[in-house]
């Protein structure tokens, strides 16, 4: 019996891309494939936070073909590709072993069920929802005019292309019939009438659905695919509402409301956390839980709004604590930074149980030692 070939880089990445589409990341970010090429085959890969020289050596160890992490390795372009530098090194490490890395960053943060979703079941919260919305505004309305004859076949190949997904339901549209007309001058191939001929008036359905920014152009191929004029009238519309499908951190709650004290066990223990930074009266119950994994004081105000009782995320600078009491200096939330590492190393699981079901034949191997380089002294 054959062996079933093996998927490349591209196969696991275009697969990632659709859960979490590179148009979510962050305009800053450096999400994609980062060293390596696309068509090379994957029978095992390490998956980590960071790509750290470490790393790289677990991979060539174990023979993988391609490293996949969270944290972009490149943020700013690299002036040579020497090992005099550490970012740079760890890129021509990669490339002498053939090692792809490919990095899921703030696309996967914004995802649905991306990181802080993970995060939020780490710590076991209920009827979990994004936080924030997406700042970018994706949404278009693409209206497509199409011959009643072909008007389902355009339809459908809008859904296939990933038009039309509200929420839950896929293949979203809105259909008017009416007419169209046109002449065609005398260079015209036209489908219907005669080149040079009269005017004609063609009962046509006036088709329209939501369409992402990043997938528009995927569907208006489909949509000429399957149309049968030459000229294709259409319509692209800016669309002001959230996109409801992706967003910042997420918002939950405790199968059992607990104080504070108890609260930040859970958050400890769940997250192998060896301290926690926080405000908070730890006596104040806590049941409503907002969370954000990595930097995510931006969204404090979100979690407040919420009506979340504590809000935990990482990166809490001095002045950022103070945003969190109130006008007499109470806490109005429990703020809680429990580490950028500790509340991120959910993404290395996460992206490890979806790859393990997409791709069962992949050797799919979490780091072997965590790759945080900060460790926590506490005074006995
Ligand atoms: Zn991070």
Avoid at 10 to 27: H, K
Avoid at 107 to 122: E, K, M, T
Avoid at 267 to 285: I, K, M, Q, Y
Avoid at 362 to 368: C, F, G, L, T
Wanted: proline share 8%; net charge negative.
């Amino acid at each position: 019996m054959m062996a079933a070939t093996p998927p490349t880089v591209g196969d696991i990445t275009a697969f990632l891309e659709q859960w979490a589409p590179p148009g979510l990341a962050a305009s800053w970010d450096n999400s994609g494939l980062q060293v390596g090429r696309a068509g090379r085959a994957v029978t095992c890969a390490v998956i980590a936070l960071d790509c750290t020289p470490q790393v790289v050596a677990e991979a060539k160890e174990r023979g993988a073909e391609l490293v996949l992490t969270h944290h972009p390795l490149l943020f700013k372009p690299p002036r040579t590709l020497t090992d005099g530098h550490p970012v740079s090194a760890v890129a021509l490490a990669l490339a002498e072993a053939g090692v792809a890395l490919y990095s899921i960053h703030t696309n996967l943060d914004a995802a649905p069920g991306g990181v802080s979703f993970a995060l939020a079941r780490a710590l076991g919260l209920r009827d979990v929802a994004f936080l924030a919305p997406l700042e970018t505004r994706p949404l278009r309305k693409l209206v497509v005019y199409v011959p009643e004859s072909h008007a389902d076949a355009v339809r459908r190949a809008m859904g296939a292309a990933g038009a039309g997904r509200i929420g839950a339901y896929d293949d979203c549209a809105f259909e008017l019939r009416g007419h169209g007309w046109f002449t065609p001058r005398p260079e015209a191939s036209p489908y219907l009438g005669a080149s040079g001929g009269p005017t004609e008036r063609v009962a046509e359905a006036r088709i329209e659905a939501e369409v992402t920014s990043w997938n528009l152009s995927r569907v208006l191929a489909a949509v000429r695919d399957a149309h049968p004029y030459e000229e294709i009238a259409y319509d692209v519309i800016p669309v002001e509402q959230p996109f409801r499908n992706a967003g910042y951190g997420a918002v939950g709650t405790l199968p059992d409301p607990e104080p504070l004290r108890h609260f930040l066990e859970r958050v400890a223990d769940a997250l192998h956390a060896p301290g926690l930074r926080h405000v908070g009266d730890a006596s104040r119950t806590v049941a409503r839980v907002a969370v954000c994994g990595g930097s995510g004081t931006e969204f404090l105000g979100a979690a407040i709004s919420a009506r979340a009782d504590a809000f935990v995320t990482a990166d809490v600078t001095y002045h950022r604590w103070f945003d969190a009491l109130g006008p007499a200096g109470e806490p109005r939330i429990a703020l809680i930074d429990a580490g950028h590492y500790e509340t991120e190393a959910v993404a290395e699981t996460l992206l490890a149980d979806a790859l393990r079901s997409r791709f069962p034949e992949v050797e799919w191997r979490v780091a072997s030692h965590p790759t945080n380089p900060v460790s926590l002294f506490v005074r006995r």
